[in-house]
């Protein structure tokens, strides 16, 4: 959800709103008179220059031969050659694939669901069974991402899991669901479906409940059917909101379902689940090649960063207020 | 007029609330299957005799009931230091006339956009000496940019005459803070610390990546090797031969036992949650 900003977020809005008797005062009194404001802020700004600013810094390991007992200045400049290597390795082909392919399936599966059962539960008259469901479906949405794995495992596992259980008794036979690579993607979108198909529909039916019931009467009385209800007056009514998450979701599929695609990821299934963070991890972390896989790093950060100001300049273009 | 439904409207009434009720469903069997089974003492499909086995074998292993201390340990302090933290700078950053506010602002947002990345991160975790510590899971994410703009967004929403008559009294900075700006954002507060507990108590990546020592792991990483890693007993590893039944009942009462405390604060997370989302979202 962290994608959904209200544009009072917009950070040139102090300026406008700057009271003029306030400007007159020469900068370093109003700077001492409001010390201790700053000094509130002092321990979170430190946060954000130690733990996300100097990284942002410590990316010139991508330019470098980076050596832990050299240090980063010390360490031999190596110019693109890790950004060279990078993109010729047949890696290279395989991330972006396995990238391009789950976000596709998100897109395709993962949100129309979402919309359809806002859609679904919007139609839904009776209050009480409305919120229970809504109370249902909003569960998984809470669990770590290792305990809904954990229970996907335990339950298509082949060794006493329920499903290859009940497939044997009907005479299939057993399915490796989770080794089998041909079975990788079915499964990561059925769990992002699970845990938080429920959840997605928070926003959809937020804007649901918005949409004018005059509409609804006028065209009733027109003689319009639900379905044409549905199709004239709720789908129109909500289309800013569906373009605008579609997008910003577009933007930020690259950070999407890293926490879940680690804990799927194995040995077996590597060529169809492996990606860009990963393969930074399994590279950098396990094997110790630091400066290669930062440079990984930097070509994802840099990818998301032009996809979320693209999908930020899209959302625009649809006459919507954009997010940054 | 509006209350004559035609039969294809009642038709699809039924289809819905069926297929609704089927979703509800779906969302809550596989939990209720592991926590039922968790307390079974056969593997079948259908459980038959009622045990606690699992869960006395589990509490009784060390490192399980460690693993719980840290998780809960972490969640506490995390929780209080990422709410003090994001209140403080919020705070700060509601003051519209404050000089240099947009640029802080922008710094904030900057981290939205861009990061360095796991590994130059992972080396700043080293170099302030924090691998191997649980301070690992607490400080490297200390602040949420999102969570920290919300929470601006609300404080700037509390009526200043407010805070300016308070002022005008002679009250200081830090009584306006705690005696009317906090108090009067109370709802809000009990969200975000929600948000950021459940946060806290469901990560694993970062114990995993700035991690080593086996006595620190919080519950998420002892649950993944126990079930996704495979990696046999939590407790001795000779031990586990001894126990008479199925291993994956040992694996669900882990399950069990690390949800619990989600299942238990989720009648307030539903609350809370929602409105939360639509505190930040666009239109609501």
Redo the contacts between chains.
Sequence with gaps: MSQVITKDALPTESAVSTPIVAAKKPLAIRIWKERWLYLFMLPGLLYFIIYKYVPMWGMLMAFKNYQPHLGLWASEWVGFRHFERFFTEPEFGMLLKNTVIIAVLDLVIFFPVTIILALMLNEIRKSVFKRTIQTFVYVPHFLSWVVVVGIFYIIFGTEGGIINAILEKLGFGTIDFLTDSEWFRPMIVLQMVWKDAGWGTVIFLAALAGVDSNLYEAASMDGASRWRQLWHVTLPSIRSVIVILLILRLGNFLDLGFEQIFLMVNALNREVGEVFDTYVYRVGMQQGQFSYSAAVGLFKSAVAFVLVLGANWLAKKFGEEGVY | ??ESR?L??KI??IF??T???L??????L??V??VVTSFSAT?D?IPTKFTTEAYQYIFSADTFTKSLLVSVFVTLVGTFVQLA??C??A???S???????????????I???????????????QQ?GLLNSLWALI????????Y???LK?FF?SIPGELKESAKIDGA???TV?FRIVLPLSLPALAAFGLFYA?GI?????NAI?YISDPALYPV??I??QL??LSSGAIGDSSSIETIPY?G?SI??AV?VV??LP?II??PF??KH??KG??L?????
Excluded: C
Aim: charged share 5%.
């Design positions: 007029m509006i035609s294809g409207s699809f009434d819905n609330h297929f609704l009720l979703v509800g469903l779906i969302a809550l596989p939990f299957y592991i593997s499909l933290l994001s403080l700078m705070y700060s950053l003051h519209t006339h404050l000089p240099g506010r947009s640029f802080f602002l922008m710094m904030v947002l981290t939205m956009l861009f990061s360095g990345g796991m590994i130059p991160t992972y080396f700043v975790v302030t400080i490297p994410n200390a602040i949420s940019a999102f920290l703009i919300i967004n700037q200081h900075e830090l803070l459940v108590w469901n990560q694993y990546f990546l998420q990483v649950l993944r079930i996704i199925h994956q694996q669900m399950i690390a949800t989600i604060l989720y997370l539903q949650f929602a989302v639509l930040g979202s666009v239109k609501g």
